[in-house]
Structures are given as structure tokens and as C-alpha cells.
């Protein structure tokens, strides 16, 4: 299948710090990339759908001005934390679609935050 | 609204079969995906049914239902390495994915 990379894999930072996290889809064009959000023992809650060139979506309840999503080529996205709080201390994965009508979608490998 | 359920968690017997089962209500339907995913890591690509009926792959078979809403996957000659989470997944109409909570499947030897 196809590849999504995400970096990095861990991070922790101060609190009141920005954390940018990349998703790259490595062997195909991602027209649409996907946020999500893992608390523990808990589901994935999406967080925002972006499509490159355009705004991303965010979802009800997920502020956009905090969680900065940027879709700007066909194969990298990213995810800024900004100002980050030990509330924000969660696994953040990618994942990557082709294209509208192409149902896969693939997953990076995740980002372990821990905000202190 | 959309929903999709499974069960919360699962035990099963090292070497035995367990079947996790997914209903599902949403608006429209473009198929269905199972996802394994252990503790810490991504969601693992496992199955992807759009037409009813049973998809063998191995040690792992998924089946769907279309007019029941309903699938399950299924799992023969179970290993301490299957210990994880399970995740069901539909594509709604929109082609957005549409997320079960997960279930938790314990493994004892």
C-alpha cells in the first residue's frame, strides 16, 4: 500500500510553546490529508479534513486558530500546536487520501505529544 | 445522526476464534474498513468490504451486510500478538470516514 510518513514520532514541549508536525504522503498524490486527535483507550476524533490549496475543515469543537493546518502541496501537510498546554498532551495522526472517490485511506505513524 | 457501534472489549483464548461485530447507521454507504491498532501506534489497514458477503485473508475474514448494516470480523488461531484494538470504520456518502469507538480484544494464553 501506499506510504505516509509523520514526523516526528514523539515530542515534548513546554507549555506555552508551538509543536509543527508533518505528514508526507511518500509515493502518491494526497489530495485530501486528514487530522486526528487519541486520547488514551479512546477512539480517533477527527479533527480537521484539509485539501490541498484550500482551507482545511475543522470539526465542531476544534479550534482552528490553535491548531494550525497547512495543506500546502500535494504530498506534505502540516499540523502546528500553538501555545500548547498539558491538555493538548495527546497522539496526533495523519492520514492521506488520493483522491474524492478513493475510499483507502492511509495512515502515518502517529505523534506522541507530551506538553509539561 | 451517524453511529457506528462495537463492543467495548473482548477476551479470548490463545489458539481459539473470536468474531467482533460492528452495526452501523449512516448516510449512505461506500464501504466498510477494519483497522487494528496497538497500544501507541497507528491504525493497520486489515480489511475492506463494499459488496455482502465473507472476505478470507489469511487468519483474519471480514463480512459485511449490507441491508442489515452490519459486519463482523473474524479471527481464527488467535495470537498473544493479536492483543489490540479493533476499529470499524464507514465511508459515508460524502466518502468521509465515519469511526467505531474500537474494541479491545485481550488475548491469555
Known amino acids: 500500500g501506499a506510504v505516509v510518513s509523520q514526523h516526528p514520532s514523539w515530542v515534548i514541549c513546554k507549555s506555552g510553546t508551538s509543536v509543527k508536525i508533518e505528514c508526507r504522503s511518500l509515493?502518491?498524490?494526497?489530495?485530501?490529508m486528514f487530522w486526528y486527535r487519541q486520547f488514551p483507550k479512546q477512539s480517533l476524533m477527527l479533527m480537521a479534513t484539509?485539501?490541498?490549496?484550500?482551507?482545511?475543515?475543522?470539526e465542531q469543537g476544534v479550534e482552528k486558530d490553535k491548531f494550525l493546518i497547512n495543506h500546502a502541496s500535494l504530498t506534505l501537510s502540516t499540523l502546528t500546536v500553538t501555545s500548547a498546554h498539558p491538555e493538548d498532551s495527546s497522539f496526533y495522526i495523519c492520514s492521506a487520501r488520493a483522491g474524492l472517490s478513493d475510499t483507502e485511506a492511509f495512515f502515518g505513524q502517529g505523534t506522541r505529544l507530551t506538553v509539561v | 445522526g451517524q453511529n457506528i457501534d462495537q463492543p467495548t472489549e473482548m477476551t479470548a483464548t490463545e489458539g481459539a476464534i473470536v468474531q467482533i461485530n460492528c452495526t452501523y447507521q449512516t448516510s449512505g454507504f461506500n464501504g466498510l474498513f477494519w483497522y487494528q491498532q496497538h497500544a501507541g501506534e497507528a491504525p493497520t489497514f486489515l480489511s475492506y468490504n463494499v459488496l455482502d458477503g465473507l472476505e478470507e485473508k489469511g487468519r483474519f475474514s471480514s463480512f459485511l451486510s449490507r441491508s442489515k448494516g452490519y459486519s463482523y470480523l473474524l479471527l481464527k488461531e488467535l495470537q498473544m500478538k493479536d492483543s489490540a484494538s479493533y476499529l470499524c470504520?464507514?465511508?459515508?456518502?460524502?466518502?468521509?470516514?465515519?469511526w467505531g469507538a474500537g474494541t479491545k480484544l485481550i488475548i491469555k494464553p
Open positions: 509515493d502518491f498524490q494526497a489530495t485530501t
Open positions: 470504520a464507514v465511508v459515508d456518502s460524502n466518502y468521509q470516514l465515519i
Open positions: 484539509s485539501n490541498e490549496g484550500s482551507k482545511a475543515t475543522y
